[in-house]
């Protein structure tokens, strides 16, 4: 029977601190979720629920991790309305990390780029699945989208030639990536 009464007046639990996390503890909490959707112990049904907390954390950390939220954001905004993109669909990017083809310290570095709401429907449908994980931008170009994306450091992003290692360069990240194998 629950003491109704002893509910009421509970201090509410909080951990304060003014310190971003470190990348390295949110991995391994990545890392403990994942080895938890694959534990026999849960149902197909919990799962799936696992699945989908996984893949909200992570979108959610990537957005803290990055500078401002992002990495990338067109240079001139149209509209007042934004919409954080994905340059490698997240999908991908999870999928790659749940096969251990990417370290959950890689994916919580993945590019994100923002851009204007209006310009979304550019990139999406057939050009989600034409990402490449060496260039990821290459599909902004294959889209015909044709604004200009700048990285937090003001730099102009050649959607042909920038790649995923040029992206961990700049963000400090020195783990390689092999994508020739994703």
Not at 5 to 30: C, G, H, M, T, V
Not at 34 to 45: M, Y
Not at 123 to 138: D, I
């Amino acid at each position: 029977m629950i003491d109704y009464q002893n509910l009421s007046n509970l201090p509410e639990i909080n951990f304060k601190s003014k310190d971003r996390p470190k990348l390295e503890e949110l991995a391994r909490y990545i890392d403990c979720l994942k080895k938890d959707l694959f534990d026999d112990k849960w149902s197909t049904a919990t799962k799936k629920h696992i699945k989908a907390s996984l893949v909200l954390y992570i979108r959610t950390m990537q957005k803290q991790l990055a500078p401002n939220g992002a990495h990338y954001h067109v240079a001139t905004r149209l509209s007042v309305k934004q919409h954080l993109e994905h340059p490698i669909p997240q999908t991908k990017i999870v999928t790659a990390y749940l096969h251990d083809k990417l370290t959950a310290e890689q994916v919580l570095q993945m590019p994100l780029c923002i851009i204007d709401d209006a310009d979304k429907h550019i990139l999406e449908g057939e050009w989600q699945t034409v990402a490449t994980w060496q260039y990821p931008f290459k599909r902004y170009q294959l889209a015909g989208y044709d604004r200009i994306i700048k990285s937090v450091r003001g730099e102009v992003i050649n959607f042909e030639t920038w790649s995923l290692d040029d992206h961990f360069k700049m963000i400090g990240y020195n783990e390689s990536m092999d994508t020739t194998n994703t």
